[in-house]
Each structure stands twice: as structure tokens, then as C-alpha cells.
């Protein structure tokens, strides 16, 4: 069996309790935005997790990892050139390091990014991908404009800003599939059984997003996307199909918003 797909499942009861605590230290940090109880519980999952098993804290580590450094720029929406200059470098060190790790420092591979797998999307895989549409086009525009959530994202209203928007909600798309599912869940589910694993990532996803601006009634939905993404990469096994899935929401995404800023601009939305 490759490395990157080996796990080790067995005594969950007290693997869980670190990671658990990781996943936590998440929410703090994102959900609550409280740096010193949400570093500190950081150092404590991994403190226990070393005592637990040292395969477990060499994971956990990795995901801490990330958790650090893109907590410690702001997150936030704004689409200027020196925010997405450093926010960027961020996400890139937050995905990139844990990847070189596990590549070229304990040679394990846990961490990959499968593009290109050779399986071929199933018919339900297939017709999943319109309806996604149809949902974020049913859901989105009553949660943005209703609750007045769009106001979290600048307002633009020239070709540039408009770039810019566009390229900032498809890269923290991408973003959110490379570290939360390749990364997070993948590492977490070496040690835990995936039922537990996904609902920890899902922790972590759910409280990056509410930090960036989806806030109100956004976990409701937000969570259970987590969910499903990891569930979709896990029996599809490829990054390609759930940033797919992740691309066509933010695209109805990327359209509401500029609709709700420019109400006669694409005026197609029910709310």
C-alpha cells in the first residue's frame, strides 16, 4: 500500500482527543478571532498529541502549521494589491510547507493533490456539477443580500476591480480545497476513522469562511459543504472534481455579489 494512502485507525478514543483540540484551536483563532487561547490550545493538542503517538504528532503538526501562519495575516476580502500580495503568500506557505514536508522530509507523501487521476467522473458525478448552480443560484442571493453579508466584500464597479474580485474568490476557492480537504482531512483521516476526521476539517473550514465574511447563518450551509467536499474527494479521489464543484458555487457567488453592489447588473436573481 502507498504511503499516502496509509492509516492507522486503530485506538481512536484518544487519537481523536488532540486532534479534536486542534480543530478547536481553529475556531478560536478564525471563528472567535482570539490569538492567545487559540494558539495555546494549539501548543496543547500537540503537546498531547506527542504524547499519544508520534506519527499523530508529526501530522497534527503540520496542519498547526498552516493554521499559524494564515491566522496570523488578516483575513479578509479586501482585493487590494498589497493585501493579496501578503494574504497569498500566506495561503501558498500554509499549503506549501506541509506538502514539502511530507514529500521531501518524512518522504510519507500523505499530502498530494491529484489532478490528473485517469477515472473517469460518473454520471451522477457529472450531473452533480449543474445542480450545484442551481443551488448556489436558489441559496446564495437570499443569504448575501437579505442578510447584507455582501457588504463584507468591496464594492466594485471598473473592469479592474472586477478582475480582481473574481481572481480573489476563484483563488481562495482553490485554496480552501488544497488545505482544508488535501491537506487537513487528509492527514487527519491516517489516524482517525474519516467520519471523525471530516467532521474536525469541516471545523476548520466553517470557521476560515466566517472569519473572511460569511457571517449570519453561513455555517448552516457551510458546514455541510465541508462535509460533502471531503466526502466527493474521498470516493472520487481527485482535486480536479471538488475544486470543480467549489468554482461553479463561487462563480454564482462571484455574479450575486456584483449584482448585489450593482442592482441593475445582472439582474437574474430571486430573494
Known amino acids: ?61 503540520l496542519i ?22 501578503v494574504m497569498g503568500s500566506a495561503m501558498v506557505l500554509a499549503v506549501g510547507i506541509p506538502y514539502t514536508v511530507s514529500r521531501f522530509v518524512t518522504k510519507e507523501h500523505a499530502v498530494v493533490f491529484p489532478v490528473r487521476t485517469g477515472q473517469k467522473w460518473t454520471r451522477a458525478e457529472k450531473w452533480y456539477l449543474p445542480a450545484v448552480v442551481v443551488i448556489g443560484y436558489a441559496l446564495l442571493p437570499v443569504y448575501m443580500i437579505r442578510t447584507g453579508v455582501y457588504m463584507n466584500w468591496p464594492a466594485v464597479h471598473d473592469p479592474e476591480g472586477i478582475t480582481r474580485l473574481f481572481v480573489g474568490t476563484n483563488a481562495l476557492g482553490i485554496w480552501d480545497e488544497l488545505f482544508f480537504i488535501c491537506t487537513a482531512f487528509a492527514l487527519l483521516r491516517r489516524h482517525l476513522p474519516d467520519w471523525q476526521a471530516n467532521l474536525l476539517q469541516a471545523v476548520l473550514f466553517t470557521s476560515f469562511l466566517w472569519e473572511l465574511g460569511f457571517r449570519s447563518w453561513a455555517p448552516l450551509f457551510i458546514y455541510p459543504f465541508a462535509l460533502l467536499q471531503a466526502r466527493l474527494f474521498t470516493v472520487t479521489k481527485s482535486l480536479s472534481y471538488i475544486v470543480s464543484v467549489h468554482l461553479l458555487f463561487d462563480l454564482v457567488l462571484f455574479l450575486v455579489l456584483l449584482h448585489a453592489h450593482n442592482r441593475a447588473w445582472i439582474d437574474i436573481f430571486l430573494y
Not at 500500500?1 to 481512536?12: D, E, I, S
Not at 498547526?64 to 500580495?85: E, Q, R
Open 1 to 61: 500500500m502507498p504511503l499516502a494512502v496509509q492509516r492507522t485507525v486503530k485506538g481512536t478514543s484518544m487519537r481523536v482527543v488532540p486532534a479534536a483540540m486542534l480543530s478547536l484551536s481553529g475556531f478560536i483563532l478564525f471563528g472567535l478571532d482570539q490569538s492567545a487561547p487559540g494558539y495555546a490550545l494549539l501548543a496543547c493538542s500537540l503537546i498531547l498529541a506527542a504524547l499519544v503517538d508520534l506519527g499523530l504528532f508529526r501530522d497534527l503538526a
Open 64 to 85: 498547526a502549521a498552516g493554521i499559524a501562519i494564515i491566522s496570523a495575516v488578516p483575513i479578509t476580502t479586501d482585493v487590494s494589491t498589497s493585501h493579496m500580495l
